[in-house]
Each structure stands twice: as C-alpha cells, then as structure tokens.
C-alpha cells in the first residue's frame, strides 16, 4: 500500500484528527462527510480543493478511493456509521465511545469479525506518556498483585463540554458514565488489566438542567451577562432547559475480573480540573496528578513517597493534542492498518468500557441495584 486513504465522518471538531493523517506521509485524506455545509467548506480548504466532500456518508463509502474510515462525528452516529462502514470494506478508526449501548458495541464488533478489516477505538489516554509510565510500572511487578482501583474525576468546565449540545441527552449519549467516563473506566481496564463484571451506582443531575425553554441559546439569553456558564461557541444551547436529562453527578463501584474493586468518581460542577487515577496492590500503590504529569509510587515497607525521576521513567513532553497523545494514536491506525500492527485500543476494550458504563447508567436509574456486565454477544 502506497498511501492509506481516508475518509472522516464529521470533519469539525474531533475530525481534526484529520490534519496528523494529512501530515504523517504515509496516508491522504480524500473524503469528507458532514451534517454542515460550512464544516465541509472549511474541510476542503483544509485538506485541498480535491477533495470528495458530501452531506451523505454513504456516498464516501460507497467510494473505492477511500480505503479507511475515521468515524469523528457524535456518539449516537457510531454504532449505524462504524458498522456501514466495515460491511462496505473499510479499516475503522471509531472515536470513543463505540456506541452508546451494549448491543451497539456488540453490534459492530459482529460487523468486524465479519468484514475481515481492522478496527480501533479512540481511547488517545492510552497514549499519553504519563499514564504509559503508569502501565509500565504495574506491568513490571512492582506495586505487587493489583487488587484495587479509584478514579476520581473532577470535570472543572463540565458545563462547557456537556450541556450545551448532544451530550446533554440521553438520546445522544445515554450518560456521561460511557461518554467521559468511556475513558476513565477504560484507564481503569487497562491499567489493572482486567475487565468489569459488576456494578452498583448512584447518580443524580444536581446542577445542571432546569426549566429554561430547549430552544434557549446563550446569545439570546436574558441573563447572558451574569450567566457562568455563558458561551460564545456554536456549543451554546442553555445548559439549563427542560430537555437535559444526563446525570451531572456520578458514583460507581465496580468489581473486575479477580475480585478487583474499584470506584468512580465523576462529578461536573467542581472548579477545577483534575483526574487522578490509584491503583494498589499486594506490595504498593501509584496514582498519578494530571495536572501536574506526576506519577508517584508508595511502598508498604518504604512508608515513603517517591516521585518518579524523568531518569527513571521518562515522561515525553507534551507536542500535540491531549498531552501529546493525538499525533501517536493517528500513527498506531497507520501502523495497524499497513503494517499490521496489534492497536493499544482495541476494539474489545472499546466495547468493555461501554458496558460498564451502560451498566452503571442502569443501576444509578434504578436505585443503584447491582448490573452485572454481558459478555461480548459476538
Ligand atoms: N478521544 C478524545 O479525547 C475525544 C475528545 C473529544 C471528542 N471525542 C469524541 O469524538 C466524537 C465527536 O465529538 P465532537 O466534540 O467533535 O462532536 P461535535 O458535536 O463537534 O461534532 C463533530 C463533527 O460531526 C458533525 N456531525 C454532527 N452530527 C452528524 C451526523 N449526524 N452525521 C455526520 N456528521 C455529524 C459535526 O457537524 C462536526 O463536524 C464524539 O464521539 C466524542 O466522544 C473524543
């Protein structure tokens, strides 16, 4: 293969990924296909005149020149996107979440087992250096035999990212437990190494929605002066209307393969940002601050902290999206399409961290009985 040629499925936003293909030297972005004809425009500037645009995905599928596939448009489109695209025998790179259910993610895995094409998740965490020092150190023994885990996940700007579009609904998300959470519970698969089984959860929205109208923008807001949580962007419906009906407000307890438990915490109305991520074991514990790209390890015999060295465990400085991690995880598509490289973002991870967070939405709607987590209906 000369060049792998690739489609995006909506091409603002997240199709930004775009530009690190266009950029790589062994791919070409050929295709684009969008909701919005003004986001197909400034697509075509940004990747050349000839480019194949269309307001229809299945035109870009339909095309032989489009080998892969990026699927950047909103949850709910992935699971009918994502599948359409391997039955039509294109690679799929799928943004996180899958889908938004279970059987959305078992759906297209079925699809690719079907196709033969190779498929991959955007879980870019997985690529961030700090978090693979992280992996690297657990991997190596030293904190012992894992037997626990806690995420605790303040989403400062919580308003600005969730409830001023899509993400806000069920219907476009179902909960923000499998939406941001597909990460945190993702980091949590991977940095144990094992998957859930079960889950009890409790979660409420306890500061965002309200009673303002659904059509309600900020621009035309009454209280657009004195409002916090006032946007300028083209994300700028009122994070207060009628129609939010996603939990703000979101605990979880889980118990993974072996007997490992493990808690999530995510909450959306903190004024800071920071995720932190512990992880024990039979010898010690590690957890991380994100903010800071720190990572420490305690020792039971020590009783001390140590700060990792950069001598030590090389954390790489940041170049790029998402700490660096957007450039790597375009290069591991490349790398497992034409090379045939085995992903760090499988597709059955892609699926785990889904039903975990499927099955935390269901119990915290339904006074926080245990869910067991299916397996995978291949
Ligand atoms: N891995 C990460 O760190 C990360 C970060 C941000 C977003 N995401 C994921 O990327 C996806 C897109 O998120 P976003 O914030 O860019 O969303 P967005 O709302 O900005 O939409 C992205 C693009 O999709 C287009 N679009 C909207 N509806 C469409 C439809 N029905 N068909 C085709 N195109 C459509 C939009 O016009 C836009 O160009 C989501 O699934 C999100 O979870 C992942």
């Known amino acids: 293969m000369d060049k792998l040629r690739i489609g995006v499925i909506g091409v603002c936003g997240r199709g930004g990924l775009a530009n690190h293909?266009?950029?790589?030297?062994?791919?070409?972005?050929?295709?684009?296909?969008?909701?919005n004809p003004t986001y197909l425009d400034d697509f075509r500037k940004r990747m050349g005149e000839g480019v194949f645009v269309t307001d229809d995905y299945r035109r870009l599928l339909e095309r032989a020149d489009v080998d892969a596939v990026a699927v950047t448009s909103p949850d709910f489109t992935h699971e009918e996107y994502a599948s359409a695209a391997l039955d039509a025998g294109k690679h799929v790179f799928c943004e996180k979440p899958l889908a938004i259910s279970t059987e959305g993610c078992d759906r297209i895995l079925r699809a690719w087992k079907a196709s033969?094409?190779?498929?991959?998740?955007?879980?870019?965490?997985?690529?961030?250096?700090?978090?693979?020092?992280?992996?690297?150190?657990?991997d190596a023994g030293t904190i012992g035999e894992i037997r626990a885990a806690w995420c605790r996940h303040f989403v400062g700007h919580g308003g600005t990212f969730y409830y001023h579009d899509w993400h806000a609904n069920r219907r476009g998300s179902n909960s923000l437990l499998l939406q941001k959470g597909s990460h945190d519970l993702d980091m949590i698969h991977w940095l144990t190494g094992r998957y859930t089984r079960r889950v009890a959860a409790f979660g409420s929205l306890d500061f965002?929605?309200?009673?303002?109208p659904n059509g309600l923008t900020c621009p035309e807001c009454p209280d657009k002066r004195t409002c916090f949580e006032y946007d300028t962007s083209s994300r700028n419906q009122c994070c207060f209307r009628q129609e939010v009906d996603v939990e703000d407000n979101n605990v979880m307890v889980m118990e993974l393969d072996g007997g490992i438990k493990a808690s999530y915490l995510q909450c959306h109305f903190t004024p800071d940002y920071h995720r932190n991520y512990t992880i024990i074991?039979?010898?010690?514990?590690?957890?991380?601050?994100?903010p800071e790209d720190k990572v420490w390890v305690r020792m039971r015999r020590a009783n001390s902290w140590k700060e990792l060295a950069d001598r030590e465990y090389a954390i790489r400085p940041a170049v790029g999206g998402h700490g660096g991690a957007d450039p790597v995880i375009c290069e591991d598509f490349l790398d497992m399409v034409i090379d045939g490289k085995e992903p760090l973002a499988t597709p059955e991870a892609g699926r785990m961290s889904v039903a975990a967070?499927?099955?935390?939405?269901?119990?915290?709607?339904?006074?926080g009985m245990p869910v067991e987590v299916a397996p995978i209906a291949w």
């Open 21 to 35: 293909w266009r950029d790589s030297g062994r791919a070409s972005v050929v295709a684009g296909a969008d909701v």
């Open 116 to 138: 033969g094409k190779r498929l991959m998740v955007g879980f870019n965490m997985r690529y961030m250096s700090i978090f693979r020092a992280m992996k690297e150190i657990i």
């Open 208 to 212: 965002f929605g309200g009673d303002r």
């Open 281 to 290: 074991g039979t010898e010690g514990r590690i957890e991380n601050s994100e």
């Open 357 to 367: 967070g499927c099955a935390g939405a269901h119990s915290m709607r339904n006074d």
